[in-house]
């Protein structure tokens, strides 16, 4: 079991630029989450999704996109890199939302310049 | 509603206890206990759920008040290891069963 994957681990963008951040889970979770850390903060959900082609917002959604076709896969789309988006972004997984623990990807370091 | 965390931070010596808080202003279904290392992912630590389940590692030990909508997280003859970040998560009767996360609390282990 790898668990929970993140693509790619470091990215330096210029403001404008647009990319995806990856993320995959082997564990056959239903929802799935995106988390972004800043420094000295706690992490604060982005979107997340309780299945296959159901995604939602969560508390700081603008500027990101996401999609779930497959259960395995959930990628997260930058539409027009802001410094202000410069973080530590994670990927989790779970069985669902509240009452089982979250597996964690190793997380993608974004600096926007 | 984010939680609150206290203390931010605490240094303690090797074999020494600590007592990590959680508090929130709403109605609490679960909380959620994490501990991050730097420059690493949030690993699992124990989850507590409202009418008295819990689940977790059986090192951790943790308490929820579901009348004083607070969690406390107890460690116990402290390691090295334990050093870290914790952060608790909480699902409360607003949040759409979403975690909110505290800030965290700065745990620093000395030899």
């Known amino acids: 079991n790898a668990g929970v994957t993140q693509t790619p681990k470091f990215q330096v963008l210029k403001t404008g630029q647009s990319m995806t951040l990856q993320c995959a889970q082997d564990?056959?979770?239903?929802?799935m989450s995106w988390y972004r850390q800043d420094p000295g903060m706690g992490l604060r959900l982005i979107h997340y999704?309780?299945?296959?082609?159901?995604?939602d917002q969560g508390e700081v959604p603008n500027g990101y996109n996401v999609s779930r076709s497959t259960t395995e896969d959930f990628p997260l789309r930058l539409l027009s890199a802001a410094p202000s988006q410069t973080s530590v972004y994670f990927c989790a997984s779970s069985r669902d939302r509240g009452r089982h623990e979250q597996y964690f990807g190793p997380g993608t370091r974004l600096t926007v310049t | 509603q984010q939680p609150v965390q206290s203390p931010q931070a605490v240094i303690l010596r090797e074999g020494e206890d600590a007592v990590i808080n959680c508090s929130s202003s709403?109605?609490?279904?679960?909380v959620h206990w994490y501990r991050q290392k730097h420059g690493e992912a949030p690993v699992f630590l124990m989850i507590l759920l409202k009418g008295g389940e819990q689940k977790g590692h059986e090192k951790i030990s943790a308490s929820f008040n579901e009348k004083k909508q607070q969690s406390s997280l107890y460690l116990t003859a402290s390691q090295l290891s334990y050093s870290g970040t914790y952060f608790c998560?909480?699902?409360?009767?607003?949040?759409?069963?979403?975690?909110?996360w505290g800030a965290g609390t700065k745990l620093i282990i000395k030899p």
């Open positions: 998560g909480t699902d409360d009767s607003d949040s759409n069963y979403q975690l909110i």
């Open positions: 709403k109605a609490l279904y679960s």
């Open positions: 564990m056959n979770h239903e929802y």
């Open positions: 999704s309780v299945g296959a082609g159901i995604t």
